[in-house]
């Protein structure tokens, strides 16, 4: 009998980081891929991404409606309960033998919540990691303790996951998988980039991506108006804004960059997705990321690219030494652009190691599944796993 194996996405980002992982287990003659799309994906607002999803060959099995059209606490936390509603009757109608997550959302976590009170195994990945600035933080640990299988993307991630009471014999670190996009994906050139988003990419070009940063009380617009500021100063560089994700207060932001592009069209650009290989591809042209996203600082080392992470929403991450972390205000994000953008910054990058592996992460996750599926290795009565003092 071949073993279902749900894979739950909320975003854009997610789908894309997931993508090599959801292919080789569609390939798996062991496996019947059962593919779930919720959140964002199914938001005319976000773009209506699930199309992305189906456009690429897959079968979608659910389309699991939770967002509601707020971004306030009050809308999240009622999508959050529509959620769990959700994937109860989804779960019962499919019966999976394991749901795949990835990292820290609020429709994650309410999967997982299910999926640990249905008795189905959870297999989580990026877990461990810290975003001081984000409930994310909370929820993300919270995913971890009721997940069974966990993959890591650093060896000090993996050591927290077991601090929090995980057997090592379940915590296997494997690096970030959205690597694995950038070292096996065949990226546009830079003329088919721009014929695609439809944008000349004729001078130095930032990407800036900024969420806000949702353990602050109405923070978005002031933070994001200083970069604004900034980015407007700034004559000789273009911009591609790539939108928040539906987070508490996003709207504002998303909002501020669509009458902000309006201003100048021929210097600025915007995405509410741009999926993932035009994104990589703009990634590898660009000359600086500026912003507060996890591929900022996951992800953009890869490519030898300097990130601008702003403020606190990923306070706590490991990161490489082409990221410049900066306040929120105009005089230290002009200055840590400036500083990306010098000849000596960009000689000392040349060589950057990313902390976060080398892309082998989907086989090393599949095997590890199958270990524990094939040989009834999953017992859900977890002993908490003491460290000693």
Partial sequence: MKKNICIITGTRAEYGLLCPLIKKINEDDQFNLQLLVTGMHLSPE??????????????IDEKVEILLS?????????SMGLAIISFSEVFDRLKPDMVVVLGDRYEIFSAVSVANISRIPVCHLHGGETTEGAFDENLRHSITKMSYLHFTSTEEYRKRVIQLGESPDRVFNVGAIGIENIKKMNLLSKEELERSINFKLDKKYAIVTF??????????????????????????????????????DGRIINNMIDEFVLTDKERFISFTSMGSLRYLSA????????????????????????????????????QAKSIINCKPVKNDIEKAIERALSDEFLENIKDVKNPYGDGNVSDKVIEKIKYFLENDKINLKKKFYDLEF
């Fill in 46 to 59: 976000f773009g209506l991404t699930y199309k992305q999803i189906k456009e690429a060959g897959y079968k």
């Fill in 211 to 248: 969420h806000p940063v949702t353990l602050e009380n109405n923070t978005a617009k002031n933070q994001f108006k200083e970069l604004l500021l900034v980015l407007d100063k700034i004559k000789d560089l273009k911009v591609i804004f790539t939108k928040a994700n539906s987070d508490t």
């Fill in 283 to 318: 990634i590898k042209y660009s000359d600086i990321v500026i912003g507060n996203s996890s591929s900022g600082i996951v992800e953009v080392p890869s490519f030898n690219k300097p990130t601008i992470n702003i403020g606190d929403r990923q306070k706590g991450r490991i």
């Fill in 70 to 78: 707020s971004d306030t606490s009050i809308g999240i936390s009622k």
